[in-house]
């Protein structure tokens, strides 16, 4: 392709076709582009085009072409052949730096992606102007080329935060280094008096600060791998200024948006994290200045408000203080009363406060809320930074902290009980605030196991969480019901067990609750519960004494399951499987019923299965169901399979790939409690279990041979009678699996049981293929596993 | 990528495949420094800026007279290339106090005056002992300057001329020799294999005896040990074995900085391939380097500790020799040293020895190691957190399963996994593999369970979890492994109790009759 006019004329239309929402249109202009893009000049058509387009629209089209052209190019593999010309490479990286920061921000972002591609293969090496030619730009004085650079740079530097120390890396950075240290250092001070100078003008600040952000985080980048002397030697330099702006403020640059975090909060947050990194790795040099910073960091976090855009600048600066309180050498920061009276009222008590944020997702976006709450993914979150800053400082101060901690309890629950429906939140931060202290260590199984001598975790129980679980209305307050259950559900092998006994029938009735929060708590707290191991690893909770609560369990569990936002509720569904396994017999008269809701369940999510959690519980809960049913009465598998095979069928014949699997389980399950021969309907599907199109996927195969191996030991005579014309099939299978190497265990399950049940002599005649077809494997691709199987 | 010269050994291990990430560590990893040079080294190089020597020798009484009028450049180069002896010493003293000054001695402008040839000639008048003197001191001081410096004076023919001046009759010339050599080896290897060819050593050495004074053995010593120093390539055998019988008894010297230099020159020769460590243990110093790296002064216990260091990076019997010289009983101390380049040290040191033989280890154990790693692990700086990372990772892929116990029940787990936030991907790798190592110790003993719980109520689960979206590739897949294993099957470890051995959805149907 030349650089002609007619080329670029054609190129145009081609890539206003890529976006046309017609597939008709779009597909064979995208065809076209991929068919010419192995062309000489094709990448620097782009380039002219993003530059020099009459169409804003197309400038944008071609820079993203370009940056995906180059994602997919750029690389030499060994052994392939060059995707990019010579000329056109050096001509790509002659142009591109003065392009990229000549572009408007769209298309900047684009060319700066397309550079740290190309850099990640050719710099430093292959690239050695790279460095110069953007450390030149930063004198220009514009910053919009600066931050184009910045930006760059971050993109190519960014990965020395988590490669391997390796003299190839460390050989790169200390090129970096030597080039773009100083520089960059100077722009951070030009930067910091141009911010005094235009403290008035808030457009320049905000592009001031973007900057500021970005060499932040390539100081970050910078001192990752190791304190370059470079550095060390410019600590007061750099340090100095971080710890001004981390107490800097303009009003300028406070946003409105309560969500999204501001460049200050960016800035600051950024500054927290490379204090900490310092902090971690160069404790010795970095010593003399760490006091000034816990200072700065923690009159920051005073000072901060509740807003969520704060969140990031906050857990940031909490993990920071946590880090640092829990060294030996930095404990005299902290170990006056009066400053951890101050850390515990002033920087924990208001970060575990339940916010309005909170609320609207205990509310509205409760899934979220039971994530991050039950499950711990709350890393980042203000309320987990908080709890660990109080395990850190409990560290070296257990007994005080406990102390300043006790009386807050108290006076909050004091609140509380002053005027409940306006100071609930007071309850709420109080029950946190003892859980955060009580817990030293946690498993998901077992709950909290090792807990704080000094909090009374029964005494608490008793007093304070009982009575709101004992209330009438299971709909007040869900926010503290939902905190009283989580209680029980994480001190559950701290309360005796007579108090657990008392809370069951509790949480049976919160089952009943509105509030998806507590109506879920209330599933999985029983759940837990039921899990629970006492003396001779049997049950904590015997299925004697929940005898009483059987059908109002169950009645509650699945009614739960009709409530608004809980029909697929995995937590539900995993508690009613719980409760089976735990009841077992007892169930047996509900059987009719269970089975019932379950099959319609089934019916309806096979529609749409999205919850894959879910579906495995409900399964799980049918195949119990049939279990417990069958090993005291084994007659009631006919009742079972006429239930269930209507919805097989539709499952089977709409080709629902989640549930097959499941569903060739559950048959051979039902296959399994026949006694005797194998009923007909099972025959009339057989063929149909040995299309290949069942065993080209992968999670099939188990659960396919499983069920044929029921067949064999259930009618392995009636196969050999009644259908030897599919003996070769099946043997077909067993050579597919052989084929494989990481199906080939199951290939030898299934040969097993063809030659344990299958009448010999309808298999004479295949032996001799059979072992050729073992050997030829045996020869062509030999594994450990093959060998000892 | 660890470096690791004796993988013979460790092929016998269980963990094959492993060896690659825990195998012993020679001292430097990477060549490439970030960092500042490290100032608890040896100095490579020494300027002489002694103002007592000047006071000492009476002969150099004329100095008052001619510190008032001190010469111009211009003027130095003119009496140093003219005939007049009386000029040349004045010039030559002159250069040699320019040289001493303390503060940016004008070493580049002396050099450009083109006089060294001329200051070498100087060294070979025998006829004038001060301005032998004189010459052979300010040449020192140009030696001690950079690369470039050095071979300035090399380059004007010094060598031969102070290997001969070693001899002198003149103690105190003989001295600023030893002196000048020492800083033309501490060059680097090339010259200093330049100065053995040229036959420096036994001159050298002869100058040790029992009467020679302190503070000129302190300087012989000092030689010496640049003598011993460097590598790519290391020095010649054979100058090496002259050296070492002379080392031997410099380290039973009472003086600190004699000592000091030995242990230097030692750890310098231990530095390297397994043969030379051989030579080294073959003397039978072990113990002795052992009771110095217990001796408090920084400065003897630094190289003392560093040379055991580097005896253990040998083989498994040389290692076992620097363990039976009682290496282990003293490294509980190191590792509780209120300085931290000496935990680091220690560590490192530990970390060799524990990627040995199980017997070895088991002797980390009787020792009393483990308590003291976990402190380190726990409150360590972050230099010395990273070392001791290594000692667990290359324990646990040697050790037995009852010495994995034991760590275990050290406390080693909190510590661990809390490090498990540190920022260096290297070591978070190593303690994802060694918490594999851990596993595989408890899946021995049918404890899977039992360590699972423990890793989650130390927080470790949340981390490892974690680390699934750690952008190095290695780490991630690390992470995902284990969450995989033993992390991910929450259901069959509850469930099967209650419904027999099979499970439905356990779709392992593990029937043991086959006979293939």
Known sequence: MELSDANLQTLTEYLKKTLDPDPAIRRPAEKFLESVEGSQNYPLLLLTLLEKSQENVIKVCASVTFKNYIKRNWRIVEDEPNKICESDRIAIKANIVPLMLSSPEQIQKQLSDAISIIGREDFPQKWPDLLTEMVNRFQSGDFHVINGVLRTAHSLFKRYRHEFKSNELWSEIKLVLDAFALPLT???????????????????????????????????????????????????????????????????????????????????????????????????????????????????????????????????????????????????????????????????????????????????????????????????????????????????????????????????????????????????????????????????????????????????????????????????????????????????????????????????????????????????????????????????????????????????????????????????????????????????????????????????????????????????????????????????????????????????????????????????????????????????????????????????????????????????????????????????????????????????????????????????????????????????????????? | MPVRKHGQHMKLFKNKGKDETTLRRQRVEVSVELRKAKKDEQILKRRNISIHLKEENPSLGQDRAAEIVQPSLEEIVEAVNGEDTQLQLLATQATRRLLSRHKDPPINQIIELGIIPRMVEFLGRADNATLQFEAAWALTNIASGTSEHTRAVVEGGAIPAFISLLSSPHMHISEQSVWALGNIAGDGPIYRDVLIARDVIPPLLALVSPTTPVGFLRNITWTLSNLCRNKNPCPPLDAVLKILPVLVILLQHEDKDVISDSCWAVSYLTDGCNDRIQVVVETGILPRLVELMDCPDLIVMTPALRAIGNVVTGTDQQTQEAISAGALAVLPRLLRHSKSVIQKEAAWTLSNIAAGPSHQIQQIITCGLLPPLVELLDKGDFKAQKEAVWVVANFTTGATVDQVVELVRSGVLKPLLNLLLVKDSKTILLILDTISNLFLAAEKLGETEKLCLLVEELDGLEKIEDLQNHENDLVYRAALDIIEKYFSGEENINLEPQTGQDGLYDFSVEKQDFNF
């Open chain 1, 186 to 789: 100077n722009l951070f001070k030009a930067t910091i008096e141009l911010c005094s100078t235009h403290a008035n003008d808030a457009s320049a600040l905000k592009v001031l600060f973007s900057s500021l952000i970005l060499i932040a985080k390539l100081f970050y980048s910078l001192n990752f791998q190791d304190l370059p002397e470079f550095f060390e030697d410019n600590m007061e330099t750099w340090m100095t200024n971080f710890h001004s702006l981390l107490t800097l403020d303009n009003k300028l640059l406070q946003t409105d948006d309560e969500e999204e975090a501001g460049l200050l909060e960016l800035l600051k947050s950024q500054i927290c994290d490379n204090a900490a990194l310092y902090a971690q790795k160069y404790d010795e040099e970095f010593q003399p200045y760490l006091p000034r910073f816990v200072t700065a960091i923690w009159n920051l976090l005073v000072t901060t408000g509740q807003e969520v855009k704060y969140d990031l600048l906050v857990s940031n600066a909490i993990q920071f203080l946590a880090s640092v309180c829990e060294r030996p050498h930095y404990k005299h920061l902290f170990e006056d009363q009066n400053t951890l009276t101050s850390i515990c009222e002033k920087v924990i008590v208001p970060n575990m406060e339940f916010r309005a944020a909170d609320e609207e997702a205990f509310e509205d976006n409760s899934e979220e809320y039971i994530r991050r709450d039950l499950e711990g993914s709350d890393i980042d979150t203000r309320r987990r930074a908080a709890c660990d800053l109080v395990r850190g400082l409990c560290k070296f101060f257990e007994g005080p902290v406990t102390g300043i901690f006790s009386g807050y309890v108290n006076s909050m629950l004091q609140e509380y009980a002053k005027n409940p429906s306006v100071n609930w939140k007071h309850k709420d931060a109080a029950i946190y605030l003892v859980t955060s202290l009580a817990s030293k260590a946690q498993t998901q199984k077992h709950g909290i196991t090792q807990a704080n001598e000094l909090v009374n975790l029964t005494e608490f129980f008793v007093n304070h969480i009982q009575p709101d679980l004992k209330s009438a209305t299971v709909n007040e307050f869900p926010v503290l019901k939902a905190d009283g259950i989580k209680y029980i559900m994480i001190f559950r092998n701290q309360v005796p067990k007579e108090q657990l006994l008392v809370s069951i029938p509790l949480l049976i009735n919160h089952l009943q609750a509105e509030s998806i929060v507590v109506h879920t708590y209330a599933a999985h707290a029983l759940e837990r519960l039921f899990t629970m191991r006492g003396t001779n690893n049997a049950t904590l909770i015997t299925a004697a004494e929940m005898a009483p609560f059987v059908e109002v369990l169950l009645t509650n569990l699945f009614k739960a399951l009709t409530l608004p936002g809980s029909s697929e509720n995995e937590y539900i569904m995993k508690a009613i499987m719980r409760s089976f396994s735990l009841l077992q017999e007892s169930i047996i008269p509900y059987i009719p019923s269970v089975i019932t809701q379950l099959t319609q369940k089934l019916l309806a999510v096979s529609k749409n299965p999205s919850k894959p959690h879910f579906n495995h519980y409900m399964f799980e809960s049918i195949c119990l169901s049939i279990r417990i049913t069958c090993k005291a009465n084994p007659e009631a598998v006919g009742s079972f399979e006429e239930a269930l095979f209507l919805v097989f069928t539709e499952i089977l014949q709409n080709d629902v790939q989640e549930f097959i699997p499941y569903v060739f389980q559950v048959m051979s399950l039902l296959l399994e409690m026949h006694k005797n021969e194998i009923p007909s309907s099972y025959m009339a599907l057989f063929p149909h279990l040995l299309q290949p199109v069942l065993w080209e996927r992968t999670g099939n195969i188990p659960p396919l041979v499983r069920l044929l191996q029921a067949y064999l030991e259930r009618g392995a005579s009636t196969i050999a009678s009644a259908a030897a014309d599919k003996i070769p099939g099946l043997l077909g299978v067993f050579q597919k699996l052989i084929a494989s190497k990481a199906n080939d265990h199951q290939g030898f399950y299934l040969l097993n049981s063809i030659i344990e049940h299958m009448p010999p002599e309808s298999v004479d005649q295949y032996r001799k293929q059979i072992f050729i077809l073992l050997f030829q494997r045996l020869q062509s691709s030999k594994t450990t596993k093959f060998i000892k199987s």
